[in-house]
């Protein structure tokens, strides 16, 4: 069972360059979330989804773009990359946006930018 | 707004050891409360939860108590093992359309 899935695991980038992280999740689940991890912060909301077609900017959105697929996958782009955006990415689904839900996670985009 | 502070780690302890992970929120209203657990190399996965106020979570062996008296939600665990070893973050939820926000993070190290 596959879960949340995220591609590339690893990636290094030049400033400037641009790539796209990509996630999909087989779980059927509504709403779809972004995060980026740096030390002692925890995880910081870029984007999320809350339901196919709809994105909303999180709390750390500025660099960044997200394009909802379909209800499967949820991509971020980094359109001209800085140093700043080195990070842990993190893609989540959740069934839907409720105070109880569980939320799931995949594993994860080491990213680098020199 | 919204916030979740965690002891810093990293907490080492010996196999068998006692562990207590301090957590304490800031929030208006009724949060829903949780431990997340990362594994060396993995993404978070829920541990454990509470809702309302002194609702006590527990899976594998952890457990917290939601106490709203002290907007506390600390993690305990009686007898640590080796695999125990990850990173935990506490984590608050208002209502429903709200997102999640989490702590800084405490990484356990445990060794035999």
């Known amino acids: 069972n596959a879960g949340v899935t995220q591609t590339p695991k690893f990636q290094v980038l030049k400033t400037g360059q641009s790539m796209t992280l990509q996630c999909a999740q087989d779980?059927?689940?509504?709403?779809m979330y972004w995060y980026r991890q740096d030390p002692g912060m925890g995880l910081r909301l870029i984007y999320y989804s809350a339901s196919e077609g709809t994105t909303d900017k999180g709390e750390v959105p500025n660099g960044y773009n997200v394009s909802r697929l379909n209800k499967r996958e949820f991509s971020l782009r980094l359109e001209s990359a800085a140093p700043s955006q080195t990070s842990v990415y993190f893609c989540a689904s959740e069934a839907e946006a409720v105070q109880n839900t569980e939320a799931f996670f995949g594993q994860g985009t080491r990213l680098t930018v020199v | 707004g919204d916030s979740v502070t965690q002891m810093e780690g990293p907490v080492t302890l010996s196999e068998e050891a006692f562990l207590t992970i301090n957590c304490t929120y800031t929030a208006t209203g009724y949060p829903s409360l949780f431990w997340y657990v990362q594994y060396p190399g993995e993404g978070l996965q829920l541990l454990l939860k509470?809702?309302?106020?002194?609702d006590k979570g527990s899976n594998k062996g952890f457990e917290a108590t939601y106490r709203k008296e002290t907007t506390s939600f600390h993690l305990e665990k009686g007898s640590v093992q080796v695999s125990d070893s990850a990173v935990y973050f506490c984590?608050?939820?208002?209502?429903?359309?709200?997102?999640?926000?989490f702590g800084g993070g405490t990484r356990l190290m445990v060794k035999p």
């Open positions: 509470a809702t309302k106020a002194d």
């Open positions: 984590a608050l939820r208002q209502s429903a359309g709200n997102m999640l926000t």
């Open positions: 779980m059927n689940h509504n709403s």
